[in-house]
């Protein structure tokens, strides 16, 4: 009945542009300095702020920050989705060497969808309800090959085959409102794969389903790397879920990176005070009841007025006065260049105080312990 | 927290609870042609002081179970018995009384409050509801009192809640549902539309509300881990039943029914170093409750199903772990050590 290709290698990639004289060594996106803005009625909204990351094949990068972080508008930016007159894009995207940043629209196009794809947070409004899920998706293969709609739907069944979607020849032909929340989002990840991208984003791919449905969709996800060697960016506010993912993690606040590192360091040994935020912030299965949790004080900024100085100052429990002034760069931690923290602590206190938090005293205590004082407040 | 166990008379209980939506079909003349049976004989008490917890997925009844005992929605069968009366069969001025001993917080902090009027309008709407407070100023003073306790400043009395980021609108809403010095408050996913560092801020005034004005609480949450912060006892419902009930501490040791498991299993650990060992996925979807399976509900998805599960249906029963559950099959201590269940046992 149905014979399903394992894996997609079966076409060549679509274009034909792309140099292979991409060193070994480049990564497969690398951000540089990208700064958005949106100019609005009440302001600019500086909703990147000068952010660089890199990307390598293979390889997954999540991306953690609370909503405004301006972790969503980044990866739109990839993509060119937040082209629009008046917002601001500068810096640069080299994707393979090609400044995305610079391309025109059209060239754009060619890329969307086919060599970068993105899946979405909410499955049924990314989904056309009034469309059958396999014109959709015959759709996403048409837009960059050049087939006969025989053969794309071919490639629809066999690609929903390949997420996991039981009897894909008759669920081909049913529409969006048919389909449960974890179906829809395999559908959508059906259409993100639709061209073999090399970079899959994932913005909150999991954050509408459910747990059980969230786990399957988290090791799909796994999988088709494995098989496909595509390199994905995830985007989330659930530290589970980077855990499980993240090869690298970076960590957004009000528009910056603020921490970057690899996933084991980010957890076992972090240096920001927003990620020990985070990270005191949630209940875990196994950590102690009776506790109160730790919450970080106040709430993230505007965007528009942004705090002085390090963003973080006015809710960082161990701010001192001058840090209302300086704004600290993203720099390497002591002892490891992979791992890179923006705070103006010194790097020896900061050490000294994740010890105490992780010890279970609260921020106070820390601060006594370790003979930290003042607040900004 | 040691609240005292179901105490001799507990404050709620709820026995056999039904509530079925009709499906119809037809625009003139509308004929009934089913019903989601959303929530199909449920049966538990809360105890005085206590904190239930009721988790499952989506579509598993647990806010409708909410509703039937707030009475915002008629039941279609079954008793919720709140401090001696049976709220399903109460009308006028005595359900009003009982209302006003049981309050609701809701998910969205953003839909939930009137945009159009300020907070302390919003605060004060139990008191004119009940005829309390009746002088101007007395009422101020009271609303005033009550942003005071839930951390938010006074002097925004007249302020709007667009004004709010979403964090002071729920502690906005837990000012509102706290105002008539309720018995039982029962909060509906309070925290699941609020960024991380904002949720712990939350949790930590519900805890401490709870402790300053000896609240009963039922706490509805999807998330396993805040439920386990939460909650005293926890009631794990699936398609409109309760498969497994306990105290907090046996019911995340050594949780009995394999879906209570494979919910556990599925939470993402904030730790690489432990992530994923041995992750046991549950196939499939939640079946339509329009339409459940057979036997025990579960069986379609369930990894150890054979065929009596979808011929009998299992009843709660305790099996002499702490929990009470129902399973004709329960899952073992090696099991779960197999799925990756860390136990603190």
Redesign the interface.
Known sequence: MRSLTRGCATREPAGGWIEDTVSASEPLLRVEELRVEFPTEDGVVHAVDGISYEVASGRTLGIVGESGSGKTVSSMTTLGLTRSEGARVSGRILFEGRDLVALSDAELREIRGNEIAMIFQDPLSSLHPFFKVGWQLIEAVRAHQNVSKAVARARAIELLGLVGIPDPDRRVDEFPHEFSGGMRQRAMIAMALANDPKLLIADEPTTALDVTVQAQILALLERLQRELGMAIVIITHDLGVVAEMADEIAVMYAGRIVESASAELIFAGPEHPYTWGLLKSIPTLDGPREEDLVPIPGSPPSLINPPSGCHFHPRCPYAQPDHARIDPKLQPVAGDASHQAACLLESDVRRRLWAELRAGRGPEEAKAAVGVTGAAQ | ?SSPDATPEPLLEVRDLVKHFPISRGIVIQRRIGAVRAVDGVSFDVGRGETLGIVG??GCGKSTTARLIMRLLDATGGQVRFDGQDVARLKGARLKAVRREMQMIFQDPYSSLNPRKTVGSIVAEPFAIHGLEQGSGERKRAVQALMETVGLNPEHYNRYPHEF????RQRIGVARALALKPKLLIADEPVSAL???????V??LL?DMQRRFGLTLIFIA?????V??MCDRVAVMYLGKIVEIGP?EAL?DFPRHPYTG????????????V??AG?R???G??PSPANPPSGCRFHTRCPKAQERCSEVEPLLEDKGTGTSVACHYPLTEEELAAMGV?S?R
């Open positions: 927290m997925e989506t980021s979403g964090g002071q960024d991380v560092s904002i949720q712990a801020q949790l930590n805890r999807h998330d396993l881990s805040v386990r912060h907090n995340y494979a919910l556990l299993s599925a939470v993402p650990v904030a730790d690489p170093a992530a994923k992750r996925l549950l196939s979807d939640v860390r603190s």
